[in-house]
């Protein structure tokens, strides 16, 4: 298995070195050349644990990285982390099935992918001889950050920068980051939103003197954000999962296709179902739902990708993002693997803030599903699913939710929506979803959700209260390369 590049598909290189590297110097995103079929039977393969699932869909793509390493890596990524020993459950709400992806360390779905990262990181320097000290530089709406500084925390040889946009997280989003504990872990307030930042980052991996100086310092940049395969990858596994769940419970016969809905951002999470699909995994439709940053919405409904719109706030703040970075990879097959065309239509995005797919390109998407869900109906979906089912949705969940019910019609057979985060993650959203008068403090809140959830404090939240504040620095978008620099030059500790 090799990877090649969205913007120039004449590169050739291993897993290992995709993973290291996290964005191709062209500005382009690394893709597999090929896609690996399923090659075990789903009777051998609906009993698999969530680490034997792992084993399997990573091997098939790491084809550069032995079955023992492997392991390894699956083994000290999914344990004792993890409240669930099933790692993703399956649970029935209502006419859906939520696939929750939230019971790692920092309660949303990131973990997921983020436990496992920094060990395949490190493998990877390992088999390409590299000693240089890894720079993770990440731009985060809220989860990525701090999901990412979990995992990379105290890792040797890596060091983590993450910038978050000021104002743009929820309480508890910022309170888990700037607690957060780590020799290596640096963390600043942007003075702007998740686009400025994520932009900034990008331009700084691809600024050439900067890449330069960070060599004379025994130093690489790599990327924590979905952009980089080593993060994608690993979320193809809980949709393989889902489906083993669905089949040995017998709510499902061995072929039978079935949906899935997915909250979705920068395109990751949906991504990695489309590459599971492309595996040979029996999916009819993938619905992509958004919140009042309707891009994705917009560019299903008529083929036009313009980010030149306000770009709103809402109570789902990862998923606000007018720039969704891996829809490159979606369009990179839509256009036939033609990188030249991709590059084109990005090039656009950057200059013009738009572009228009010919219809040729838009029969490439009849895979996805696109759907939107306003503030007020996600506030609403709340409140009745957990009048109606008595399940408290977190409100990334519940705007697939009201998504996946809005595009039922359209939909055969059974679907999932795929749960991002605990409630506990965005408690305010749930008290303004339930007509509750917002308390005074975090604390409140929590205990709020503790009572209607009946779900015990996770250690994150519990963790909170008791952390010291030991970040607190903030910079403006031109300030970044500056403090990446002094961070740099913060001789190893
Ligand atoms: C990151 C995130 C999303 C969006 O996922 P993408 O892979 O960026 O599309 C949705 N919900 C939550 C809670 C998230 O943290």
């Known amino acids: 298995m090799l990877y090649t590049s969205t913007r120039d598909n004449r590169i050739r290189i291993t897993a290992s070195q995709a993973i290291l590297q996290g964005l191709s110097e062209d500005g382009g995103l690394y893709v597999p050349v090929d896609f690996p079929r399923i090659n075990r039977t789903w009777q051998e393969v609906k009993n698999y644990t969530y680490q034997e699932m792992a084993e399997w869909v990573l091997g098939l793509f790491l084809t550069d990285f032995s079955a023992e390493s492997i392991k390894a890596c699956v083994q000290a990524a999914y344990g004792e982390n993890f409240d669930d020993e099933r790692m993703a459950p399956l649970v029935q709400v209502g006419d859906h099935y939520h696939l929750e992806l939230f019971h790692g360390q920092t309660i949303a779905f990131k973990d997921m992918a983020l436990s496992i990262l920094p060990h395949l990181m490190k493998k990877a320097a390992k088999m390409n001889h590299n000693t240089n000290e890894s720079v993770i530089l990440t731009a985060t709406s809220g989860d990525t950050g701090k999901a990412a500084m979990a995992g990379f925390k105290d890792v040797i040889g890596t060091k983590i920068i993450v910038f978050y946009p000021k104002g743009g997280v929820s309480s508890i989003q910022e309170r888990q980051m700037i607690t957060q504990e780590g020799e290596n872990t640096y963390v600043i307030a942007v003075e702007g939103n998740f686009d400025d930042a994520q932009n900034q980052v990008k331009k700084l991996f691809n600024d050439v003197s900067l890449r330069e100086k960070l060599a004379q310092e025994g130093c690489q940049f790599s990327s924590a954000n979905s952009m980089n395969i080593g993060r994608l990858l690993p979320q193809i596994v809980y949709y393989f999962y889902a489906y083993a769940q669905l089949l040995k419970e017998g709510q499902i016969k061995e072929g039978e296709k079935i949906n899935f809905t997915v909250p979705t951002g920068n395109f990751g999470n949906i991504l990695a179902a489309y590459y599971a699909k492309k595996m040979g995994l029996p999916v009819d439709k993938l619905v992509c739902a958004s919140n009042d940053n309707t891009v994705l919405y917009d560019l299903f409904q008529t083929g036009t990708y313009d980010r030149c719109r306000p770009f709103k706030l809402t109570i789902s703040p990862s998923m606000d993002i007018l720039i969704s970075s891996n829809f490159e990879r979606l369009l990179y097959y839509a256009v036939g693997e033609n990188s030249e065309e991709v590059k084109e239509y990005m090039d656009a995005l950057n200059?013009?803030?738009?572009?228009?797919?010919?219809?040729?390109?838009?029969?490439?998407?009849?895979?996805?599903?696109?759907?939107?869900?306003?503030?007020?109906?996600?506030?609403?979906?709340?409140?009745?699913?957990?009048t109606k089912e008595g399940y408290l949705m977190d409100p990334h969940t519940a705007v697939a939710s009201v998504c996946g019910h809005k595009a039922k019609k359209g939909l055969k057979g059974k679907n999932i929506i795929v749960s991002t985060a605990s409630p506990y993650k965005f408690p305010e959203a749930i008290l303004k979803a339930l007509a509750v008068e917002n308390p005074e403090t975090d604390r409140e809140r929590l205990e709020f959700i503790h009572q209607k959830s009946g779900i015990a404090f996770p250690p994150t939240i519990t963790a909170l209260f008791q952390a010291p504040v030991r970040h607190r620095m903030e910079a403006t978008v031109e300030e970044m390369k500056d403090y990446v620099l002094a961070i740099i030059h913060q001789k190893k500790k």
């Open 351 to 386: 200059l013009k803030g738009s572009y228009h797919l010919s219809d040729e390109v838009r029969k490439q998407l009849s895979d996805f599903v696109g759907e939107y869900a306003s503030e007020e109906e996600t506030l609403k979906e709340i409140g009745t699913v957990y």
